[in-house]
């Protein structure tokens, strides 16, 4: 079958090319500017990515069915031609995946307003690490394991990220509805995503609706410590497994400390102990990620009804993560410089709160982007002057696509810069990305250290954390 790609250059479309591609179908796509890496990766895989969007082209290429991106809308010249001309079939990226990847497979669907990609490379990981050959579609770029998506055996589990936005355009259900979870893997519930939810509670809506799909042999894998997925109810139709720090859990967290040298923590199976963990990946978020991951994979591994511990744990030791999660990009006597994918206020206040306890005594200076399609709005705009208060300094800069909002419901990043000077941090902010990568340079660089600089976006920041990364090497 030819599979044509609408957006193949993103993480998540190029990876799912890439399934398709292994699973033995002729695979080609579209997209405005595909770059390294997924270019390379794309390349290597002997799949064509063609520049722009042209449906002369299409036409002339002929694909039995066209996989339309979550980016693609009305407007798009190809999108038109589809549906004009009917002449080609068409469907989402989830809905894709639900037919050619994810049918009869035991698949662990990993959802949660944070730490998607992080517990599904891990839960990936642990079960190579395990001698098992599990399929995976991650929505990232993982160190480990090695690739972001891999087809894997079918007789073992698929890991997938299960994304609670919505699938397509014209498909306006959560992606991970299509996901036909075996284990669904519920890390942690909050507001986000103000373009698709209402409120909380439409957020809940879509979760249970999840909940309701999990077979009675299956599982629901839930963060026991979180308000929010609790009021989901006890959901009878399936088991419930607990994950946490209280004891209110199943699988317990206990004894989680971090230093400059890592994070140690201990996790307990019902009372009884399980493992000792020591390993580099910073703050109690990513100890919350690994018991998740551990929890699902040993399930995975030993039965959805039975005990998680068959799972051996020691390779946790040698996970490097995700690149853009709490990633270091420039580490030096005077000046380390981090990028971080965190665009929630949540994300960024634990993020903050652990580079507090790995760099005791270092100035800490927060950057942050607002360009999520929640963070450019005042959905959250309190919440953001709490957890950036956690910085000695903040550099905010421009929101993004500002002029597709109204100013009464746009981010207003002098405000916040105000509210967090009243809060005696060190706020900045600039009318341009360039002109905010001005001002952090002067004001940090030359500059007596230690000092650790976070960048928090979604995105590429206009280019700044690379110039500003490549200006501290030359520095120190």
Same mark, same amino acid.
């Given at each position: 079958m030819k599979i044509y790609f609408m957006g193949i250059g993103g993480t998540a479309m190029g990876n799912a090319a890439l399934?398709?591609?292994?699973?033995?179908?002729? @695979?080609?796509?579209?997209?405005?500017?595909?770059?390294?890496?997924?270019?390379?990766?794309?390349?290597?895989? /002997?799949?064509?990515?063609?520049?722009g969007y042209d449906p002369v082209r299409l036409a002339a290429l002929a694909p039995d069915l066209v996989v339309i991106g979550n980016a693609m809308s009305r407007g798009n010249p190809e999108v038109e031609w589809l549906l004009d001309e009917r002449a080609i079939a068409f469907t989402s990226l989830p809905a894709l995946l639900s037919d050619f990847v994810l049918r009869r497979r035991k698949n662990i669907v990993v959802c949660g307003t944070h730490g998607k990609t992080t517990t599904t490379s891990l839960a990936a990981f642990l079960l190579r690490a395990n001698e098992r050959d599990p399929g995976f579609l991650?929505?990232?770029?993982?160190?480990?394991?090695?690739?972001?998506?891999?087809?894997?055996?079918?007789?073992? +589990?698929? @890991?997938?990220?299960?994304?609670?936005?919505?699938?397509?355009?014209?498909?306006?259900?959560?992606?991970?509805?299509?996901?036909?979870?075996?284990?669904?893997?519920?890390?942690?519930?909050?507001?986000?995503?103000?373009d698709i939810f209402r409120d909380l509670a439409d957020v809940q809506r879509t979760f249970a609706h999840l909940t309701r799909i999990v077979p009675r042999s299956g599982c629901v894998v839930m963060n026991g410590d979180d308000e929010n997925l609790r009021a989901l109810g006890d959901l009878p139709w399936t088991r419930v497994v607990r994950v946490g720090m209280t004891e209110v859990n199943d699988l317990r967290i206990v004894g989680f400390t971090e230093a400059v040298e890592g994070a140690r923590f201990e996790l307990w199976w019902r009372g009884e102990k399980w493992t000792d963990v020591?390993?580099?990946?910073?703050?109690?978020?990513?100890?919350?990620?690994?018991?998740?991951?551990?929890?699902?994979?040993?399930?995975?591994?030993?039965?959805?009804?039975?005990? +998680?511990?068959?799972?051996?744990?020691?390779?946790?030791?040698?996970?490097? /993560?995700?690149?853009?999660?709490?990633?270091?990009?420039?580490?030096?006597?005077?000046?380390?410089?981090?990028?971080?994918?965190?665009?929630?206020?949540?994300?960024?206040a634990e993020t903050?709160?652990?580079?507090?306890?790995?760099?005791?005594?270092?100035?800490?200076?927060?950057?942050?982007? +607002?360009?999520?399609?929640?963070?450019?709005?005042?959905?959250?705009?309190?919440? $953001?002057?709490?957890?950036?208060?956690?910085?000695?300094?903040?550099?905010?800069?421009?929101?993004?696509?500002?002029?597709?909002?109204?100013?009464?419901?746009?981010?207003?990043?002098?405000?916040?810069?105000?509210?967090?000077?009243?809060?005696?941090?060190?706020?900045?902010?600039?009318?341009?990305?360039?002109?905010?990568?001005?001002?952090?340079?002067?004001?940090?660089?030359?500059? +007596?250290?230690?000092?650790?600089?976070? $960048?928090?976006?979604?995105?590429?920041?206009?280019?700044?954390?690379?110039?500003?990364?490549a200006a501290v090497r030359a520095a120190q």
């Open positions: 399934l398709t591609r292994a699973a033995g179908h002729d @695979v080609l796509g579209a997209d405005l500017g595909v770059y390294p890496p997924m270019s390379t990766v794309l390349a290597e895989a /002997g799949i064509t990515a063609h520049e991650i929505g990232g770029v993982p160190q480990d394991p090695p690739v972001g998506a891999h087809l894997g055996a079918l007789a073992d +589990p698929f @890991v997938i990220e299960g994304d609670e936005y919505d699938s397509a355009f014209f498909d306006k259900r959560s992606k991970f509805i299509h996901y036909a979870p075996h284990i669904a893997v519920l890390n942690n519930l909050e507001f986000d995503h103000a020591h390993w580099a990946l910073p703050g109690q978020f990513n100890a919350r990620n690994a018991a998740m991951a551990a929890c699902a994979a040993g399930l995975a591994l030993t039965g959805a009804q039975g005990d +998680p511990r068959g799972l051996r744990l020691e390779a946790l030791a040698q996970f490097r /993560g995700v690149k853009r999660r709490q990633e270091i990009l420039v580490r030096g006597p005077e000046v380390t410089v981090i990028e971080d994918f965190g665009h929630h206020p949540t994300a960024i903050l709160r652990s580079l507090r306890a790995r760099y005791p005594g270092a100035t800490l200076t927060a950057v942050f982007e +607002p360009r999520s399609n929640t963070a450019r709005t005042k959905a959250l705009q309190a919440d $953001f002057v709490s957890a950036l208060a956690g910085a000695d300094e903040a550099y905010i800069g421009p929101v993004s696509r500002a002029d597709k909002l109204k100013p009464s419901e746009r981010f207003e990043a002098g405000v916040v810069m105000c509210d967090l000077q009243k809060a005696d941090v060190s706020a900045h902010t600039a009318e341009t990305n360039a002109q905010l990568l001005e001002k952090l340079l002067a004001q940090t660089l030359p500059a +007596p250290g230690p000092r650790v600089v976070v $960048f928090f976006t979604n995105g590429s920041f206009d280019g700044i954390i690379a110039r500003y990364a």
